[in-house]
Nanobody
Framework: QAQLRESGGASVQAGGSLRLSCAAS????????????MGWFRQAPGKEREGVAT???????SYADSVKGRFTISTDIFKNTLYLQMNSLKPEDTAMYYC????????????????WGQGTQVTVSS
């Protein structure tokens, strides 16, 4: 069974930093990092899941306007891991964060992603 496993969520104060990790296991002879696109999404209580950042295989990145300049998505091919470095955290960043992967071009649509992790909680207090 395909697996993406997030870690690194925690409770921090506003202005702090966190780095989320997503370990990708091998599936059908391929690693998840070799998907055409991997991304980070988040879901706050009572809200819909939304895209945060995406990265494609050539390494092109995209960010939601709300996190531009504060968050950085990256991959470590040798460790089969996807990262999200989050700086200058705000209370509105509080959410469950999910990593996801898909075959195809990067997209902000939740329904376009084929594989999901179980999520890691980030709580930012003011």
């Amino acid at each position: 069974q395909a697996q993406l496993r997030e870690s690194g969520g925690a409770s921090v104060q506003a202005g702090g930093s966190l780095r989320l990790s997503c370990a990708a296991s091998r599936y059908s002879g391929r690693y998840y990092y070799s998907n055409d696109c991997m991304g980070w999404f988040r879901q706050a209580p009572g809200k819909e899941r939304e895209g945060v950042a995406t990265i494609d295989r050539p390494g092109s990145t995209s960010y939601a306007d709300s996190v531009k300049g504060r968050f950085t998505i990256s991959t470590d091919i040798f460790k089969n891991t996807l990262y999200l470095q989050m700086n200058s955290l705000k209370p509105e960043d509080t959410a469950m964060y999910y990593c996801a992967a898909r075959w195809g071009r990067c997209s902000w649509a939740v329904g376009d992603y084929n594989y999901w992790g179980q999520g890691t909680q980030v709580t930012v207090s003011s």
